[in-house]
């Protein structure tokens, strides 16, 4: 039989480089109930669509090769519900698929081709960080020329799957991603638990280092947190759908769901007529857009505020609604940071606004004021002024203050539709008694009553349509109708749904 020899020996290679780290590793994987890299990618993409680039990669020192195939990352092609996305999941049995310079040419390749050829790009992060002793040395550390190696200019969607634990280049890439999900029990930091101990000199507890609830609660870095590697992936595949394949085209359409938009007349029972009561705004947000699509991102961050990609008539809508169940719905730094974001990421991926407000103004104090208050309310305002694509307010029951505009109100939104409910003024009357005439309703009922009637004059949703600030005053329940038929008006038909993307290098964290 002809190549004879060199067909045994491509089957050799291939066993070899597809059996990974070893049937042990994967064996102790499956016990644990963690996917391995392979498993990650053949749960993520279409069956049979992975189009895989390096599987007979190693480690480029010659007394590694044998114990690194793939070099400890996988890389290539495959499609997601038919779509074609690139794909780097990272082989933690290889060596801790530890960062060299073989596998970052893998990546490097992969990155260029997803962004030359408009395709999402998927990171599936576990890694240990850079390979030593590779690295070792200015001849490791300092050599290349790699100046675009992390530049985000947004030209596709960048996901990123914290499952392990994540250092060097899977940390990087969550930093880097629109959209992270991390599997609960991974951590991910700068450096690893190991290393941070020895720096610091004292123990270090991994989930306080970089576990979930760090990263949802506090930095606001991951967008949600699961419980399996398998709803992670779950989270990766319906966060795509929203999204177009680039920057140049508008965002898929599908079907509408049967029943969507039936119990919109629900929504005057779930809205208190007080302005002082507290309700969840998710349950009017279920009532207005398509059945079970509202995907809520970052929902332990920011609270008082649902930033969440949704669907109106089975169009791709971003919302950024106030959540009174949480401080009132007033708007906190974190609130800022989480809307800022999720700005940049509508505006980059031509995914039409709807903003929907609530809120007493900011949330003021010494605490906010630390936290850098004035500037994230001014970067809100600088995005919402970059805005390209479609922005519509609509002003539920109150909007007060300067968070007024950042609401979309005073000409920052192409349309501002008011419930008869609303209400719109500098801030609340009842706070304005007291601090324009000194009054509190203990001291004088009678003159307190009289000063808050005034306060309260001009303040209705036909005194703001009267003025023209409000373009429609509707009932609560036409808002499903009223929002398709203004998004049908303002869609960017002169440049095929395709925004200008002002903010296509606005940083991903900070």
């Known amino acids: 039989m002809m190549f004879e020899a060199a067909i045994n020996q491509h089957q050799e290679r291939l066993l070899k480089a597809l059996a990974m780290g070893g049937a042990e590793k994967l064996q102790e994987r499956a016990q644990q109930g963690v996917l391995n890299a392979r498993e990650r990618i053949d749960r993520l993409v279409d069956d049979q669509s992975f189009h895989e680039m390096g599987l007979f990669a190693t480690s480029i020192r010659p007394e590694m090769r044998e114990r690194s195939p793939g070099d400890g990352k996988l890389a290539g092609f495959g499609r997601i519900g038919g779509r074609d996305v690139a794909v780097v999941s990272n082989d933690f049995t290889v060596m801790g698929a530890s960062s060299s310079t073989v596998n970052s040419a893998k990546i490097g390749h992969v990155k260029r081709i997803a962004t030359q050829r408009g395709l999402p790009m998927v990171f599936l992060g576990e890694s240990t960080g850079a390979r030593m002793p590779d690295v070792m040395g200015a001849a490791g550390v300092g050599s290349g020329d790699r100046p675009t190696q992390y ?4 030209e ?19 930093a880097l991603a629109d959209f992270v999900v991390m599997r609960k029990g991974a951590i991910t930091a700068v450096s690893s638990v190991k290393l941070t101990s020895r720096a610091i000199n004292e123990a270090v507890d991994p989930e306080a280092l ?15 947190a699961v419980d399996t590697d398998e709803q992670a992936l779950e989270a990766v595949q319906k966060f795509l759908s929203y999204l177009p394949s680039h920057h140049n085209e508008a965002p898929p359409v599908h079907p509408v769901p049967e029943g969507s938009g039936e119990q919109g007349q629900r929504i005057l029972d779930i809205l208190p007529q007080s302005r002082t009561q507290v309700y969840d705004v998710r349950k009017i947000l279920a009532l207005i857009y398509d059945k079970d699509s509202v995907f809520e991102l970052k929902p332990r961050f920011g609270r008082s505020i649902v930033t969440a990609l949704a669907r109106l008539n089975g169009r791709s809508v ?32 031509n995914i039409p606004l709807v903003f929907m407000a609530d809120q007493p103004g900011f949330l003021i104090g010494v605490e906010g004021e630390r936290q850098g208050a004035i ?17 519509i307010s609509v002003v539920m029951r109150k909007t007060y203050g300067q968070a007024v505009l950042n609401m979309g109100g005073g000409g920052n939104a ?14 609340d009357p009842r706070s304005a008694v007291s601090i324009v005439h000194g009054v509190e309703p203990q001291d004088d009922p009678e003159r307190y009553a ?39 008006v303002h869609q960017l038909r002169l440049s095929g749904g395709v925004g200008e993307h002002l903010m296509r290098t606005w940083p991903t964290s900070y």
């Open 414 to 427: 192409d349309e501002v539709i008011n419930w008869f409910t609303a209400e719109v003024n500098f801030m």
């Open 210 to 224: 970089g576990g979930w609830k760090l990263h949802t609660e506090v930095t606001g870095m991951v967008d949600l």
């Open 151 to 154: 530049r985000r200019m947004r």
């Open 318 to 349: 971003g919302i950024v609604a106030s959540n009174p169940i949480y401080k009132g719905g007033a708007i906190d730094p974190q609130s800022c940071e989480k809307v800022v974001s999720f700005l940049v990421l509508c505006d980059s991926f």
């Open 156 to 174: 596709t969607p960048w996901v990123s799957a914290v499952l392990g634990h994540c250092y060097g280049s899977s940390s990087w890439y969550a």
């Open 450 to 488: 009289q000063l808050l009637d005034e306060m309260t004059k001009g303040t209705t949703a036909y005194d703001a349509a009267a003025v023209y600030a409000a373009h429609s005053v509707i009932h609560p329940a036409q808002t499903r109708a009223h929002l398709i038929r203004s998004l049908e």
């Open 375 to 391: 500037g994230r309310v001014m970067n809100w305002m600088n995005a919402m002024s970059l805005v390209s694509v479609p922005k």
